[in-house]
């Protein structure tokens, strides 16, 4: 059991890997099959520490940060630039700062070393205390083979034509990808002292003909300071703080934009920014990290690709982190796929990992399996700004997960390869903009928060039962689906606009508290044990009926704000709840039955649950109940039990209550040929008028001979 070590930045896949000084490169072609083994340990240097930028103001929902004191200062942030050499110019709404980005396009025949267009600045700018710039650059129609084909100048003329400082463009790979640039200018040293514009000129090889680029959000900066590939967090510390850190969309002076994926736009709504449920707005010392730019991948490929599998209690370990001068385990390691274009982790059909303190940015998955199943393995990982943190299909996994600012947060397959029996000590989901999907079976999960988030979570169990510890959802847009047997013990819903896009079978919850929300959305078969809340919060838009009988009751919520006596059922066309007023007798509750359309008839009655009773093969089960209607001929009531309920029970049982308002005991028996449970039933109906009468149900009696 050896351990290795491999940096990103300074290692050679060449040497032996033994220590920090022969550390390996890649994890693809350093930590190969040939060179480790399970129980192996792959320490991985960290990226660079945290630093103050001063104070910033943070608001819950927003997207903008305001900082005390402006980190950099603006060069191009809207318009056309002035064309030389025959270049078209135009600008594009395709932006990432203000209303339009600058789009130029070299001629049908284009030289090197020559100008193609400029930017009067509209004075003269002093950019001495900055030694880099920083923008938002894509390369739209071909690839960028190396770092001489364009060069930024910032010249001390009012037409570009005297360059003061001057910035190659490093090569680029993939095209119509927005991709955040820092550049420090050749020759090194700070920037000039007297600019008046900015150029853009084609560098020492051709970048082809007519080929189009686009700049946008150009600033002068502090190659070590905050730019557009810094992450921003009102986090102090470099592991495990408790605030996330973001990417950003765009910086003009002390106006900082959160983003999400390369491709968001300026102004659009898929920017969710930060999220808190502390105090909002709040100024506090602000800080930024760097990331580790990797070489860009194509779409569809992997930037790293794991080699070899571990075995059943010895695992292969990726461990990030480590600090290389002090050789301990001091902080995180960002790796940055720069673009969102490629995946970052691939599994590649390798088991029995452990990834811990390496988290993903700018990728298109963070860690994937691409179709193949995950076995064994642990993953604790930090995804923001991507479009999917994970995907991941198997079992017998261990994850800790949290997405931030991404598009898809998570999804994990339900079929090829198949997904269960995992466990998620934590998942949150915060700032993501579109849907994520989580299926498998017998799924645990200890944590699960889903917040400030526009895309619906859908939680779906194939076979098996889910269990979830504890679940927050606060200022969520599109709400959470759930399917089939799942089990939350703790649930907080607030300040949603949809809170439950739907609940579809067997979701049971001990405990839901809610407040603030809009809309509870569509439920369907959703039990609650503990409901602290507001009438206004548990009342659905559409309580979705059964596909048998319409008035099948669909959710249950019992013990209301801690009322043991305030228990209530609804369903499409009606509801039910436990009262005092109206009973038999002088103790306890009575269930009274409301009927609230005339389309709950005889034909479509609501088939209200009174009792289920355990029953002996081959003897007889009296069961009897008080019945009282609120209106003679108004409304009907049976009591009853379905044909083949339980085997011996071949025709629907009932008991018609008589057409007064009187309390009436209603008496059914029936002898089942099988030991088993039936289900007992009030069944209620409109018969005229107005749908607005109520049934009475009390002191409900079973006897087995």
């Known amino acids: 059991m050896a351990t290795y ?35 192996d340990t792959i320490r991985i240097a960290k990226s660079g520490g945290v630093t103050s930028i001063g104070n910033g103001t ?21 318009g056309a630039w002035t064309l030389a050499n025959s270049a078209t110019s135009t600008t594009t709404t395709a932006r990432k700062e203000g209303t339009n980005a600058a789009q130029i396009t070299t001629p049908a025949s284009t030289a090197t070393s020559t100008k193609y267009a400029y930017l009067d600045l509209g004075g003269t700018f002093d950019y001495s205390s900055y030694d880099a710039i920083t923008l938002w650059f894509v390369n739209v129609t071909n690839a960028l083979a190396d770092a001489n084909r364009y060069t930024i100048k910032l010249c001390s003329d009012t037409t570009g034509d005297t360059a003061v400082d001057e910035f190659l463009i490093p090569a680029q790979t993939n095209n119509n990808r927005w991709k955040p640039l820092v550049l420090t200018r050749v020759g090194g040293g700070n920037l000039g002292s007297a600019i008046k514009s900015i150029a853009w000129y084609t560098g020492s090889s051709s970048p082809g003909n007519s080929n189009q680029v686009r700049l946008d959000n150009i600033s002068a900066c502090s190659a070590t300071g905050l730019n557009l590939t810094s992450l921003i967090s009102k986090n102090s510390v470099e592991y495990n703080g408790s605030d996330t850190w973001h990417g950003l969309q765009s910086i003009d002076g002390t106006t900082v934009i959160l983003g999400n994926i390369e491709s968001v736009i300026a102004g659009s709504t898929s920017l969710r920014g930060y999220y808190t449920a502390g105090t909002t707005p709040e100024t506090v010392t602000t800080y930024i990290r760097p990331t580790i730019k990797l070489p860009q991948g194509a779409s569809g490929t992997s930037l790293q690709t794991l080699q070899e599998s571990g075995t059943a209690g010895n695992l292969i370990t990726y461990s990030g982190g480590w600090n290389t001068s002090s050789n301990t385990q001091d902080g995180e390691t960002w790796l940055d796929a720069q673009d969102g274009t490629p995946n970052l982790i691939n599994y590649n059909g390798i088991n029995y990992t452990k990834f811990e303190r390496v988290n993903a940015v700018r990728c298109s998955i963070g860690f994937t399996s691409s179709g193949n199943a995950v076995v064994g393995s642990e ?22 997960v949290q997405s931030n600012n991404n598009s898809n947060p998570i999804s994990t397959s339900s079929s090829s390869p198949e997904t269960y029996d995992n466990y998620f000590s934590k998942l949150i989901s915060k700032n993501n903009s579109s849907n994520s999907t989580i299926n498998g079976s017998n799924m645990y999960i200890d944590e699960l928060e889903h917040s400030n988030s526009a895309g619906l979570l859908t939680l779906s169990s194939n076979i098996g039962i889910w269990r979830i510890n504890k679940f927050t959802m606060d200022d969520s847009d599109d709400g959470v689906l759930m399917s089939s047997n799942i ?30 929300n809009t809309n509870l959305g569509n439920v369907r078969n959703l039990y609650v044990n503990n409901l602290n809340a507001a009438t206004t919060q548990i009342l659905g838009s559409n309580f979705s009926g059964s596909t048998l009988r319409i008035g099948q009751p669909t959710a249950f919520y019992s ?70 209607l609120s209106h003679a001929t108004d409304i009907g009531a049976k009591l009853m039990i379905q044909a083949n309920e339980i085997a011996g029970v071949s025709a629907d049982v009932t008991a018609t209550k008589s ?27 409109w018969l005229a008028n107005l749908a607005d009468e109520s049934i009475f149900v009390d002191d409900v009696t079973i006897q087995q001979a």
């Open 659 to 685: 057409a007064d308002t009187n309390w009436e005991e209603l008496t059914i028996t029936f002898t089942p040929t099988v030991a088993g449970v039936a289900q007992i039933y009030v069944q209620g109906y």
């Open 58 to 78: 943070w608001t819950n929902k927003s997207a903008t940060v305001t900082l005390a004191t402006a980190q950099t200062t603006s060069i191009y942030k809207d």
């Open 5 to 39: 070590y491999l940096d990103f930045e300074n290692g050679n896949d060449a040497s032996a890997g033994t220590s920090w000084a022969t550390a390996w490169k890649t994890i693809t072609s350093g930590a190969t099959a040939a060179r480790t083994a399970p129980g």
């Open 559 to 628: 013990a209301i704000n801690n009322n043991a006596n305030d228990n209530r059922a609804y369903w499409k066309l009606g509801n039910a709840l436990s009262q005092t007023t109206t009973r038999h007798t002088a103790s306890g509750i009575a269930w009274q039955i409301n009927i609230t359309s005339s389309s709950q008839d005889s034909n479509k009655p609501v088939m209200y649950p009174i009792a289920k009773v355990a029953c002996n093969a081959s003897s007889l089960v009296t069961v009897k109940a008080w019945v009282k």
């Open 487 to 516: 089990f939350i013990e703790d649930a907080t819903i607030k300040n949603c606009t949809t809170t439950f896009a739907d609940f579809s079978t067997g979701i049971k919850i001990n405990k839901l508290t809610a407040s603030g």
């Open 379 to 400: 993953l604790s990982c930090i995804v923001i700004n991507s479009s999917n943190s994970i995907s991941l299909g198997g079992n017998l996994n261990t994850f800790s």
